[in-house]
């Protein structure tokens, strides 16, 4: 697929540090580039300003910060996970988890209006300020279903289980088979089930779709004649989505990359997947995981366009992928940004991307790093870090060093 390219606004003349620092003037009457800037804001027109100072809203050791578009956030304080919610000034804290690792945490609104996170060891969903499991625990093996007398017709029958929560129905047992005589039932009594709410999902005699025949939450069940199975089982062959190192939401499904493997879940089931084909891989580990309005941005060892789940092909779009950590979407959710080994690259909601950064600017080696889309004076910044990058020299703090900079009288 060749690359498209989207339109952007004008980034001013800002940072270049791919020219030589004696030759930064562009020809035109007061243009000129900054060799590097730090802690500075740049508006359209050039003018140069220090960036405004920051008050410190969390005391502790903190990490994973995330925020939902100024509403509420989250972050590990302490090896908690910890609730954020706006009050006055400040930020009141809630804790919602405690013994977290010290492993970076993604996050992820479900349109059911969770929050669900990952770090790589667990996969987990913040229900208001309540820390629940993705989905419902399911049983370690079906229970084994003995004979009875009864009057079901003879034949071969098909019988699973599953658990019906506060989190849902979990994933179906694997699927057992009993052959019944004339005259027979189905019986089981099971004590280690009491309390728990089992569905029994039944075939008929040597048929192949399984419906719900019983529920019991006793332990007991019996089917001693014929009868009309209800709705089919939705979660056979599923098992709970695995932990990975990004969580995103698209059109209905829950994505998780672990590796080189983008997993997703069944469509509005966030907590359950199918193992055999619910998955996409990857040539190399994936760092970059960004849902839009007609696809996925994806970045491995390339950048890739995959535009759903329904058998389509990655589509190639950049010859090299990003760094973790760094992508962000603007509030208006009309565009994606990341930063690559070349720069922070900008992409749109149909597929086009395009790097704003290297032809003016060359980077150092980094693996990783944060992003942050932010607004001021009028101002509209994707601010971004990259771990490993380090500073010029020659770097700008204010519009004086600025001038100082361009006039050639600071190393």
Request: glycine letters at 12%; a negative charge.
């Amino acid at each position: 697929m060749s690359m498209r390219e989207v339109k952007f606004s004008s980034l001013a003349l800002g940072v270049n540090n791919r020219r030589e620092p004696t030759r930064l003037a562009t020809g035109g009457e007061g243009a000129t580039f900054l060799y590097a800037a730090d802690n500075v804001d740049i508006d359209a027109t050039g003018f140069v300003k220090r960036r405004e100072g920051v008050t410190r809203a969390i005391i502790g050791a903190t990490h994973s910060a995330w925020d939902h578009d100024g509403e509420f956030g989250f972050a590990v304080i302490d090896d908690v996970l910890t609730r954020l919610d706006p009050a006055g000034a400040g930020l009141s804290q809630t804790a919602v988890r405690v013994g977290m690792p010290r492993c970076a945490v993604s996050y992820s609104r479900g349109a059911d209006g969770a929050v669900y996170w990952t770090n790589g060891a667990e996969i987990r969903r913040v229900v208001g300020a309540a820390d629940r499991a993705i989905a419902t625990l399911g049983l370690p093996s079906a229970p084994v279903l003995g004979l009875a007398p009864g009057a079901l017709r003879a034949g071969r029958y098909l019988y699973a289980f599953t658990v019906q929560g506060d989190d849902g129905e979990s994933a179906a047992t694997v699927v057992q088979q009993i052959e019944v005589p004339e005259e027979g039932g189905l019986q089981l009594s099971d004590t280690t089930l009491d309390g728990l709410v089992v569905n029994l999902y039944l075939s008929g005699p040597n048929g192949e779709v399984l419906g719900l025949a019983q529920t019991a939450t006793d332990g007991r069940f019996g089917i001693v004649a014929p009868l009309e199975t209800l709705r089919r089982c939705d979660t056979l062959e599923t098992a709970p989505m695995p932990a990975g190192t990004i969580v995103r939401h698209f059109n209905g499904r829950m994505l998780v990359a672990a590796g080189s493997l983008l997993f997703f879940s069944q469509p509005y089931r966030y907590g359950l997947y199918e193992p055999a084909r619910g998955y996409v891989p990857l040539p190399a580990e994936i760092t970059v995981v960004e849902p839009c309005d007609n696809g996925v941005y994806l970045c491995a060892d390339k950048t890739y366009w995959l535009p759903d789940f329904n058998g389509s092909k990655l589509q190639d779009l950049l010859p090299y992928g990003g760094l973790a950590g760094t992508s962000v979407r603007s509030p208006a959710g009309k565009a994606a940004y990341w930063q690559s080994p070349r720069g922070l690259v900008m992409a749109d909601m149909v597929g086009g991307v395009q790097n704003l950064q290297e032809a003016a600017l060359a980077f150092g080696p980094a693996v990783s790093g944060a992003s942050l889309f932010r607004s001021q004076d009028g101002m509209q910044h994707i601010v971004s870090t990259r771990v490993g990058a380090e500073a010029s020299v020659a770097v700008s703090r204010s519009f004086m060093d600025a001038e100082i900079v361009r006039k050639g009288t600071k190393p």
